[in-house]
């Protein structure tokens, strides 16, 4: 384990790409295999023994037991959340909570204007939401002095996941008329978050 994480601290931007891409098609199967497996005894035994089973899901030059380290512990957790502090000094915080106060808005008005038929299409934008939040906070969290390839790659993948948020509010937004100039709004602060995403990518390329 302790191998593996040494050699993690030497990976470039494109490793990190590469990995971050893997982890989430981990996160894929994980999700497509919990239902089979939920409330069994031994069920997150059941799920690693699955992901293990596809040699491209464990971690770039790990092994089987690597794959257990990114399945965060609540320790990690928690001591995460007691480096909260620190972190909201950070360059950037400010994106994690405009997308925060976006997202918070959105949920509220998917709950009370979205028409019935729209349920889906708009649990889909509240878990895009969550995926620009989780992937901005990692982003704004990572010390490039310790993690410049981490750090880039997770802002050029919050952009990704920026790009795709936008693509499913216009979509909606045809389907939905009444939220026309709602959505629009929520689109326009977008960009000046992804403005502000851009900013930080360059600078950390210079």
């Not at 949920?107 to 979205?114: D, E, I, Y």
Request: aromatic share 6%; hydrophobic share 35%.
């Amino acid at each position: 384990m302790a191998e593996f994480r040494n050699n993690e601290e030497h990976w470039n931007e494109f490793q990190w790409e590469q990995e971050i891409r893997r982890d989430e098609r981990r996160i894929s199967c994980y999700f497509r295999e919990l239902p089979a497996c939920l409330d069994l005894p031994g069920e997150e035994e059941m799920i690693f023994n699955t992901l293990l089973s596809s040699p491209d899901l464990v971690p770039s030059g790990g092994n089987p037991d690597s794959l257990r380290y990114w399945h965060r512990s609540e320790e990690e957790e928690e001591e995460e959340f007691e480096e909260a502090d620190e972190n909201r000094r950070r360059p950037g915080v400010e994106i994690v909570d405009e997308i925060d106060r976006l997202a918070t808005e959105w949920n509220v008005s998917c709950a009370s204007s979205l028409r019935s038929t729209l349920d889906l299409h708009g649990l889909g934008i509240v878990c895009a939401f969550g995926k620009l939040l989780a992937r901005a906070a990692d982003f704004v969290d990572t010390d490039q002095e310790t993690a410049r390839g981490l750090k880039s790659s997770l802002g050029k993948r919050a952009l990704a996941d920026l790009n795709e948020l936008v693509g499913g509010l216009e979509r909606l937004r045809e389907l939905q008329r009444s939220l026309k100039a709602e959505i629009a709004l929520t689109v326009e602060l977008l960009g000046h978050v992804r403005e502000r995403l851009i900013d930080l990518v360059e600078q950390l390329r210079k």
